[in-house]
């Protein structure tokens, strides 16, 4: 019989719905219900295309008599992290802080009122690696919530103490400056991996805030050491297994340094980035292999991710059903044996793949398998034939039983995609993906934005065209202003950099704090027991820096000094933390490096049928100077009317053609209508 589960829309929680578990979703009934029988919470926080969520759910939440234990002794809340970050960052904090480590699935154990006392992750069902079974950690936690409840609650007050005190102030610490920048940088280089490319050892995740900022960094520099650490890691990822050789796009993160076996959920997010570092990094070297993969990254996204409303999926499960054994395991889809490939290409084709993608008789995976991937040592083989080799083995992989996908649009991860697709669409003269940039746009306005006077806000998530009932957090705010930012300037729609002002207005509102710091959440959020404010980059930009990034943007276009004093103050983080701990602040990083470049303000005037126009326009949006804003259109008279940006305002044309300034820091360049010389004035570019 389906529990309460049954009536939400997140799919995680869904796939929960019919377990013996008597689970509720987060909810003052739910808390209202535990102190009403006298009894803890059991907290389990994950995701839908979490491997050990599933793991943990079968051996755990599936099995009758674990279940019946939890129903008859604690409360079961169960939470979907991508619905709802506040919930999953309180409470990692607080397993963090008191385990040294954190991840998914989450399993804390909470008073009526909220409070933590005992913590984990992943519990398996018989007792391994040193790690007690699930049944006896909540056999222990019931004995201890009866017969010493004195303990519990002092334990659930000191670590909700240490968790207020950890009031982050970082408004007063300054803007970043060159030199806390030099000093991010040499930390990076520190942490680098010179053979593999990527920081740190296994596991290795994308680092893609980083390597913005590393692009970021050679623009406005010229430091080669930046431009070469991010061109070696795009290129060994490109390469490795944590890249689908076949579909295009990336898994979340590689188990092992090389880049070799990926953990194989594919999120939205990560590939959102990563398509937009790699057009960044063909933007700076004129890098065929850094196109290819971009545009093939954003394929990918269109092509399976893509929702019927217009927007993006959150993600594609790792696991998927093995045709050979029907068990549903991870990396199923995407892994071949030389007898999988002899059969779809024949002997002789088979070899030379096997060959190309690193596809051995002892596997690189599991059971004899291997992931694909393109060994620097592999043999030179003629293009039309390893596409068609491409072609084939997609269209045989086609007929596999597919990952399940997420369905849920994330507001977040829509800016994200908004930003990738629009900029690639431009760069590549891919209009298709524009028109899938601004279709997902129209649906974040149409269904997640609620403009209503003294409620206005946006929400974290739809599905199927219904809105969620889970108000949006900062990033949301901050990387949708980022998103339409971005298609505002491809597009040179004006309406797109109004959007993006609302948001940013609601962010200096509703999440900024009295020394110019921000929260995660907004001032009317649901108050839980401590106010989430975190400034480091997880997966994705944090909020604090996406906003940081969206104000300084739109204080560039319209000259706000509102604006632009709110995104410094902001960044008195990366003051604070980007010399110590660089890969964590990332794209903190990058809006800083935004801030010392200006960022540059490109007015670009002109008829829109004239095709010089469109060729000073590409100049502009091809430039590498960091983070600067493009504005195009017809001028804009001193009464308003005419252009739909603000900085188009009182722009003539020289010569009646159409004609670009550049300006910063309060000094504008010689207006010019030769795209080369537009190009000299933005740094180099690589048409």
């Given at each position: 019989m389906p529990n309460r589960l049954a009536h939400e829309t997140s799919p995680y929680l869904l796939q929960h719905a019919d377990n013996p578990v008597d689970w509720w979703p987060w909810s003052p009934e739910a808390f209202a219900q535990a102190r009403e029988r006298g009894v803890p919470v059991v907290l389990s926080v994950g995701y839908s295309s979490c491997h050990w969520c599933h793991v943990m759910a079968h051996e755990s939440f599936e099995d009758e008599l674990a279940?019946?234990?939890?129903?008859?002794?604690?409360?079961?809340?169960?939470?979907?992290?991508?619905?709802?970050?506040?919930?999953?960052?309180?409470?990692?904090e607080a397993v963090q802080a008191?385990?040294?480590?954190?991840?998914?699935?989450?399993?804390?154990?909470?008073?009526?009122?909220?409070?933590?006392?005992?913590?984990?992750?992943?519990?398996?069902?018989?007792?391994?690696?040193?790690?007690?079974?699930?049944?006896?950690?909540?056999?222990?936690?019931?004995?201890?919530?009866?017969?010493?409840?004195?303990?519990?609650?002092?334990?659930?007050?000191?670590?909700v103490r240490d968790l207020a005190g950890r009031q982050l102030e970082y408004g007063k610490a300054g803007t970043p400056g060159p030199e806390e920048l030099a000093q991010a940088l040499l930390g990076l280089t520190r942490d680098y991996d010179p053979v593999r490319g990527g920081f740190g050892g296994a596991p290795k995740f994308p680092p893609s805030m980083v390597l913005e900022f590393l692009l970021r960094h050679h623009a406005r520099t010229g430091g080669e050491g930046a431009l070469q650490m991010a061109a070696e890691t795009c290129e060994a990822m490109a390469r490795g297994g944590i890249y689908d050789q076949l579909g295009g796009g990336f898994a979340r993160y590689s188990v092992d340094r090389e880049w070799v076996v990926p953990h194989f959920e594919k999120m939205l997010y990560d590939n959102a980035l990563l398509c937009r570092v790699y057009a960044h990094l063909w933007r700076a070297t004129g890098s065929d292999l850094a196109r290819r993969v971009a545009l093939e990254t954003a394929d990918f996204m269109v092509r399976e991710l893509r929702t019927a409303e217009g927007g993006f999926a959150s993600a594609l499960d790792a696991d998927s059903e093995d045709p050979q054994t029907g068990e549903h395991v991870e990396g199923a889809y995407y892994a071949w044996a030389p007898a999988q490939l002899a059969e779809v290409l024949g002997a002789d084709d088979a070899?030379?793949?096997?060959?190309?993608?690193?596809?051995?008789?002892?596997?690189?995976?599991?059971?004899?398998?291997?992931?694909?991937?393109?060994?620097?040592?592999?043999?030179?083989?003629?293009?039309?034939?390893?596409?068609?080799?491409?072609?084939?083995?997609?269209?045989?992989?086609?007929?596999?039983?597919?990952?399940?996908?997420?369905?849920?649009?994330?507001?977040?991860?829509?800016?994200?995609?908004?930003?990738?697709?629009?900029?690639?669409?431009?760069?590549?003269?891919?209009?298709?993906?524009?028109?899938r940039a601004t279709e997902a746009a129209d649906l974040l306005v149409r269904v997640h934005f609620d403009a209503a006077a003294g409620r206005a806000r946006l929400a974290r998530t739809s599905k199927d065209g219904r809105v969620g009932a889970n108000a949006g957090v900062l990033e949301d705010y901050g990387d949708v202003a980022e998103g339409f930012l971005a298609l505002a300037a491809v597009t040179g729609e004006g309406v797109w950099l109004e959007f993006a002002g609302f948001l940013v207005d609601l962010v200096l509102d509703r999440f900024t704090a009295e020394d110019g710091s921000l929260y995660d959440t907004a001032h009317d959020a649901e108050r839980l027991i401590r106010r989430p404010q975190d400034p480091t980059d997880t997966a994705a930009p944090s909020g604090w820096t996406a906003a940081a990034g969206a104000l300084l943007s739109y204080a560039a276009h319209t000259g706000s000094e509102?604006?632009?004093?709110?995104?410094?103050?902001?960044?008195?983080?990366?003051?604070?933390?980007?010399?110590?701990?660089?890969?964590?602040?990332?794209?903190?990083?990058?809006?800083?490096?935004?801030?010392?470049?200006?960022?540059?303000?490109?007015?670009?005037?002109?008829?829109?049928?004239?095709?010089?126009?469109?060729?000073?326009?590409?100049?502009?949006?091809?430039?590498?100077?960091?983070?600067?804003?493009?504005?195009?259109?017809?001028?804009?008279?001193?009464?308003?009317?005419?252009?739909?940006?603000?900085?188009?305002?009182?722009?003539?044309?020289?010569?009646?053609?159409?004609?670009?300034?550049?300006?910063?820091?309060?000094?504008?360049?010689?207006?010019?209508?030769?795209?080369?010389?537009?190009?000299?004035?933005?740094?180099?570019?690589?048409?």
């Open positions: 279940a019946a234990y939890m129903n008859e002794h604690f409360v079961n809340i169960k939470v979907d992290r991508e619905e709802r970050p506040d919930v999953d960052a309180v409470y990692m008191a385990t040294g480590q954190g991840g998914w699935p989450m399993t804390v154990f909470l008073t009526p009122d909220a409070e933590p006392f005992y913590f984990g992750t992943y519990f398996p069902p018989e007792p391994r690696h040193g790690m007690p079974s699930f049944m006896e950690v909540l056999e222990g936690v019931r004995t201890a919530w009866v017969g010493r409840p004195e303990e519990v609650a002092e334990v659930a007050q000191r670590i070899a030379l793949a096997a060959a190309y993608f690193g596809v051995t008789d002892e596997g690189t995976f599991e059971h004899g398998k291997s992931v694909l991937q393109l060994p620097q040592d592999g043999p030179v083989v003629d293009a039309g034939t390893i596409a068609g080799i491409r072609r084939r083995l997609l269209a045989a992989r086609s007929e596999r039983p597919a990952p399940g996908r997420d369905d849920k649009i994330v507001a977040a991860w829509n800016g994200l995609a908004i930003a990738a697709l629009a900029e690639c669409g431009a760069y590549f003269d891919r209009p298709d993906l524009v028109e509102a604006h632009r004093t709110a995104a410094e103050r902001a960044l008195g983080v990366v003051h604070a933390l980007g010399p110590r701990v660089p890969r964590f602040i990332g794209h903190g990083l990058a809006v800083a490096e935004a801030l010392l470049d200006g960022p540059r303000e490109v007015a670009v005037v002109g008829h829109p049928e004239d095709p010089a126009l469109a060729r000073l326009h590409r100049a502009a949006l091809l430039g590498t100077a960091p983070g600067a804003v493009v504005a195009v259109g017809l001028p804009r008279a001193a009464d308003g009317s005419g252009g739909e940006f603000p900085l188009l305002a009182e722009r003539t044309l020289v010569h009646d053609l159409p004609t670009a300034y550049v300006c910063r820091h309060f000094v504008c360049a010689r207006p010019t209508t030769d795209p080369v010389e537009l190009a000299d004035q933005l740094g180099v570019v690589h048409p």
